[in-house]
């Protein structure tokens, strides 16, 4: 059995697609339990359409969103990444491994440079996973993936429509000044809640605390564009790898 997993973003969802037409007993998993926006709900009822097979939730058993996690860990963030990302997504997905035993996990890197070192260093780091990257493979940038399911009839998610590089959790903790602000105006609830957040654990999620931001600070051309998948991304920030430059080379890799 493999294990594809889906994060109701643009890659990750042309992923699973490709997926069950290329290999044999493929169950999707979606790790739910976090602030997202509700349409994606019809997103997701969407897809299963789409592939004609369920998309299994699971979700931490602890907490509810990454909110909860600040207030009782009592931090933000640490050399070693963010804690929601750990305990809402990698521990999730750590604790299915050993109930599934999957012989392959699958998932949805996208054709890009920096994706492409991802997918190399998590190879290195998690052998054991024994990772497929069904859109490195038939490379498939997001932009393409945004294609496939506009052609197959599937609106992408609405966080995307309203100018956010990706579906994470809304108020992620990797966004700069500009994504800040824009959650103040999109949401401001969420703004709101994190600000008190960070006053009262005494840490901020970017090194001016949001209580400080002002509304015209922030520029997006120039703010890191981030991803938040089932491990934190600062495990895999290394220096490109020469394997990432012999892939898109398009030369084999052992």
């Keep these: 059995m493999k294990i594809a997993w889906f994060s109701c973003g643009i890659t990750s969802a042309v992923a699973c697609k490709i997926a069950l037409r290329d290999y044999e007993d493929v169950q999707l998993y ?3 339990g976090m602030l997202v926006h509700p349409d994606n709900d019809r997103f997701i009822s969407d897809c299963e359409k789409w592939y004609g097979q369920k998309i299994n939730i699971v979700e931490n058993w602890k907490y509810k969103n990454h909110f909860e996690v600040f207030k009782k860990q009592n931090y933000i963030n640490s050399p070693y990444g963010a804690p929601c990302t750990k305990i809402l997504k990698k521990d999730v ?8 035993n999957p012989e392959n996990q699958i998932f949805g890197f996208e054709f890009s440079k920096k994706e492409i070192n ?55 903790v990797k966004g700069g000044k500009y994504y800040w602000n824009q959650i103040r105006k999109d949401f401001p609830d969420v703004f709101n809640e994190m600000m008190n957040i960070e006053n009262s654990i005494g840490a901020s999620a970017m090194k001016t605390p949001l209580k400080d931001l002002k509304e015209t600070e922030g520029n997006k051309n120039e703010e890191v564009q981030f991803e938040c998948g089932l491990f934190c991304e600062i495990e895999f920030a290394d220096l490109i790898s020469d394997k990432t430059l012999k892939i898109l080379n398009n030369k084999i890799v052992n």
């Design 118 to 172: 991802r997918a190399v260093r998590f190879s290195e780091q998690y052998p054991n996973s024994n990772p497929l990257y069904p859109l490195i493979e038939n490379r498939l940038n997001k932009n393409e993936c945004a294609g496939i399911l506009q052609n197959a009839g599937i609106d992408i998610p609405a966080m995307y429509k309203l100018g956010y590089n990706n579906n994470n959790c809304i108020g992620c």
């Design 93 to 100: 997905r750590t604790k299915l491994e050993k109930e599934l």
């Design 30 to 32: 979606y790790i739910a």
